[in-house]
């Protein structure tokens, strides 16, 4: 199985900062990889996928770089409701694998 | 916008089977180039592919749970169904039905659609 690694586990950031959020693959996984927001209680929600691409009603202010091994997820200026956490997941090899997930906090 | 709806019994005895309907609305199950999938989460961690079925007949499954797991759809129902058997504490968790869309020329997959999960305790 393909291993994701995020870092950081979690991270405190103040509304308006901009936050970056690392993916790293235990191979290369070309760009078959997409980044989910889980908010307390609630299902993940699918932000960015093939590496790059917004999901369709996600705001601009999410973005997604990278290919082969290292890939990230910044948030340009983070918002009150972006506090939640973060997984990557790589759909390059069965079985397809998450990312342990980044908490990103309320300063 | 499709939608899905878990259902099934919220706690399971040790050694029994785990039984979960996915409902769908709002799209046909049928569709040939969708992934209908289970993941779960066990309590306050991430998360963990069960396993998808294709075109209604070519399921696939994680070899980490594949002896014990079976995932089929009822087409006539617009749903599609987890078995897993043998369960142990180990298996308590929030389960998901998702849909996975496979665009054509992207060669990939993702999760664009999920339930609203379903926690499931074993416990005798």
């Known amino acids: 199985d393909i291993q994701m690694t995020q870092s950081p586990s979690s991270l405190s950031a103040s509304v308006g900062d901009r936050v970056t959020i690392t993916c790293r693959a235990s191979q290369s996984i070309s760009r078959y990889l997409h980044w989910y927001q889980q908010k307390l209680g609630k299902a993940p929600k699918l932000l960015i996928y093939g590496a790059s691409s917004l999901q369709s009603g996600v705001p601009s202010r999410f973005s997604g770089s990278g290919s082969g091994t290292e890939f990230t997820l910044t948030i340009s200026s983070v918002q009150p409701e972006d506090f939640a956490t973060y997984y990557c997941?790589?759909?390059?090899?069965?079985?397809?694998?998450f990312g342990q997930g980044t908490k990103v906090e309320i300063k | 916008q499709v939608q899905l709806q878990e259902s099934g019994p919220g706690l399971v005895k040790p050694s029994q089977t785990l039984s979960l309907t996915c409902t769908v609305s709002g799209g046909s199950i049928s569709s040939g180039s969708d992934y209908w999938s289970w993941i779960r989460q066990h309590p306050g961690k991430g998360l963990e592919w069960i396993g998808f079925?294709?075109?209604?007949?070519?399921?696939y499954y994680n070899p980490s749970l594949k002896s014990r797991v079976t995932i089929s759809v009822d087409t006539s129902k617009n749903q599609f169904s987890l078995r897993l058997s043998s369960v142990t504490a180990a298996d308590t968790a929030i389960y998901y039905c998702?849909?996975?869309?496979?665009?054509?020329?992207?060669?990939?997959?993702?999760?664009?659609?999920w339930g609203q999960g379903t926690l499931v305790t074993v416990s005798s």
């Open positions: 079925i294709y075109n209604s007949v070519s399921p």
């Open positions: 997941q790589q759909s390059f090899s069965t079985p397809p694998t």
């Open positions: 998702a849909r996975a869309v496979a665009p054509e020329d992207s060669g990939s997959y993702w999760f664009d659609s």
